[in-house]
């Protein structure tokens, strides 16, 4: 089956350094979702990326979608204590015209202050 | 306010004893889920639901059902809770199945002793 893995699973960073997660696919994505989920809440849409190579920009935060679609990443430049979280990529997979969304096991961003 | 509510936060409960978690929004979204997340799993679909009456299996369906009688709730329903159900759900509501970022609600920590 499908299946999207994410690395790193945790990532500890100075405040003000930068920090990126990298989601992968086994087969070809339709599309792919990012959610931000702070500590003790609950997941958070950021943003969707359907295009080949599309890149889109949020303030600090860039999604890049892959050639291929078949991977992501998230890069945050600077982080701040605002963006300790686990980050989520979501990669939807349709198969003839059955379309199922896998969520990877996220990146758990801390910051040292 | 456009939100997705769930029922209880916190339940703990016995072996065996039928519990219900209430879900609902107020988005007239028509598609809704429900996850489970454990620590290194990320969140896997229980179930799901593109409209009302229409209900079915996710990634990890086993000892749970659902209902879908009115477009706005979607209850998870655990007929005989074993402790390997233990875990943090979600429920998620969208306007379509795939294509569209999930509103989560703010989850339910259920144990079984």
């Known amino acids: 089956g499908q299946q999207v893995m994410q690395i790193p699973q945790y990532q500890h960073v100075q405040e003000g350094e930068d920090f990126t997660t990298y989601c992968n696919s086994s087969t070809t994505l339709s599309n792919i979702q990012w959610y931000k989920q702070r500590p003790g809440g609950h997941p958070v849409f950021l943003i969707q990326?359907?295009?080949?190579?599309e890149v889109k920009k949020q303030k600090r935060l860039t999604f890049q979608f892959g050639e291929a679609k078949k991977n992501s990443s998230l890069h945050i430049t600077a982080t701040q204590t605002t963006d300790v979280g686990t980050y989520f990529c979501?990669?939807?997979?349709?198969?003839?015209?059955?379309?199922?969304?896998?969520f990877g096991t996220g990146t758990r961003l801390t910051i040292i202050p | 306010e456009a939100q997705v509510t769930q029922n209880p936060r916190y339940l703990i409960t016995v072996t065996g004893k039928k519990l219900t978690v209430t879900c609902s929004q107020n988005?007239?979204?028509?598609?809704m889920s429900w996850y489970r997340q454990d620590p290194g799993l990320g969140l896997r679909q229980i179930y799901y639901s593109m409209n009302v009456e229409v209900t079915d299996k996710g990634d990890v369906p086993e000892g749970y059902k659902v209902s879908r009688k009115e477009k706005r709730n979607f209850p998870l329903i655990l007929e005989s809770p074993s402790p390997n159900q233990t875990s943090l759900y979600f429920c998620?509501?969208?306007?379509?199945?795939?294509?569209?970022?999930?509103?989560f609600g703010s989850g339910t920590r259920l144990t079984v002793v």
């Open positions: 998620a509501s969208s306007f379509g199945r795939d294509n569209y970022g999930y509103t």
């Open positions: 990326l359907v295009k080949s190579g």
């Open positions: 988005m007239n979204h028509e598609y």
């Open positions: 979501a990669g939807c997979v349709s198969n003839f015209g059955n379309e199922k969304l896998t």
